[in-house]
T-cell receptor, first 112, second 114 residues
């Protein structure tokens, strides 16, 4: 158990809809990262938050947004969903001392 | 543009054998090279990592070899065990930016046969 909690584990929705994925980082970790894992694109960095502020952006679509709340949990919002958004979405938090990333077990999104 | 190329895509090794996975990178600004292990239904977990100031790092049965001039690094798993069967990802980042903003390879599915 990495200590990073993600909900929901599975989500099935329709094209055009909007979903929210939630992540609770390990206790004491200030940084949260979101990654997308798909068969064709592999693991891709989406966005990073540090102590409530956006720190870095990767290959995140404009239809996607994220935020980190004062209690350090984070949410990834995916809107106007397309079939190609079907993927595993991972949240990770990084150890404040070592920088090591700890990944959650992911949220599997299926868009029908 | 794929910045980290990983090979092979899949690998079958007999129990007790040596598993070797290779990665090549393009961006010379990368200064942190981790390997992650992922089991089905789980998130990736850090296995071992290296920085370019050393050419080799060993932790138990796992060794990273790093060739800065060739921009290549590899993972060696000695005495491979069936429990090592998983997907392995190499990655790279510019720690000056953020160690956690990783560029991953496409992954290698390792099967260790008993």
């Amino acid at each position: 158990d990495s200590g990073v909690t993600q909900t929901p584990k599975h989500l099935i929705t329709a094209t055009g809809q909007r979903v929210t994925l939630r992540c609770s980082p390990r206790s004491g970790d200030l940084s949260v990262y979101w990654y997308q894992q798909s068969l064709d694109q592999g693991l891709q960095f989406l966005i990073q938050y540090y102590n409530g502020e956006e720190r870095a952006k990767g290959n995140i679509l404009e239809r996607f947004s994220a935020q980190q709340f004062p209690d350090l949990h984070s949410e990834l919002n995916l809107s106007s969903l397309e079939l190609g958004d079907s993927a595993l979405y991972f949240c990770a938090s990084s150890d404040i001392n070592t920088g090591e990333l700890f990944f959650g077990e992911g949220s599997r999104l299926t868009v029908l | 543009q794929q910045q980290v190329k990983q090979s092979p895509q899949s690998l079958i090794v007999q129990k007790g054998g040596i598993s070797i996975i290779n990665c090549a990178y393009e961006n010379t600004a990368f200064d942190y090279f981790p390997w992650y292990q992922q089991f089905p239904g789980k998130g990736p977990a850090l296995l071992i990592a290296i920085r370019p100031d050393v050419s080799e790092k060993k932790e138990g049965r796992f060794t990273i070899s790093f060739n800065k001039s060739a921009k290549q690094f590899s993972l060696h798993i000695m005495d491979s065990q069936p429990g090592d069967s998983a997907t392995y990802f190499c990655a790279a980042s510019n720690e000056g930016g953020s160690q956690g903003n990783l560029i991953f390879g496409k992954g290698t599915k390792l099967s260790v046969k008993p």
